[in-house]
């Protein structure tokens, strides 16, 4: 009797196995259908075409940015406005300017620039120079007074090439 109960759990074994062998055999060729159906709609759908065997390759254009002519000033060195102590500010200053011609004139306003640096320079702490915003809001104050000064030229930007607080 035991014999018949191994022989029918034996039977009813084998049909289980072919199910999830066929089973697994269907999900692979579905995996494999849908794999070659999204590799054929990437190629003619959404691939950019090959390049014609005659034409140049297409280069997209990279504009670099354009730098004005450098126009650098005498150092300047000046006391701040500290009730603490005697403190110095060491700058020297950089322009970049429009053009050539605006270079020529601009030698020609040297002092009067260099008047107006110092007076605003004087005016500020320690405290408004050694912080990161304090440095932007003084190139942003200086930009604006040179490009008072420079008209109708016009600075594009300034640069401090060198800034020491002692």
């Known amino acids: 009797m035991a014999d018949e109960q191994e022989a029918k ?4 074994g084998e049909p289980k196995k072919k199910s999830k ?4 055999i269907i999900l692979g060729v579905a995996v494999l259908l849908l794999g070659g159906g ?9 691939a950019p075409p090959p390049p014609e065997e005659g034409a140049e390759p297409v280069k997209p254009e990279v504009l670099a940015p354009k ?3 450098m126009f650098p000033l005498d150092p300047f060195v000046v006391n701040l406005s500290d009730p603490k102590g005697k403190r110095y500010l060491k700058v020297k200053i ?6 050539a011609d605006a270079v020529e004139r601009v030698t020609k306003m ?14 500020l702490t320690f405290e408004e120079v050694m ?6 809001q003084i190139r942003d104050e200086l930009l604006d007074r040179f490009n008072q000064i420079l008209r109708p030229d016009r600075v594009l930007n300034i640069y401090f090439t060198d800034f020491v607080v002692q």
């Open 94 to 99: 950089t322009l970049e300017l429009e053009s």
């Open 21 to 24: 062998m066929m089973l697994f």
């Open 131 to 136: 912080t990161p915003e304090g440095k932007i």
């Open 38 to 46: 999204g590799f054929f709609a990437y190629t003619k759908f959404f």
């Open 67 to 69: 730098v004005g002519e």
């Open 110 to 123: 040297v002092p009067k620039l260099r008047d107006m640096v110092i007076i605003m320079l004087t005016s």
């Open 9 to 12: 759990a034996a039977e009813e």
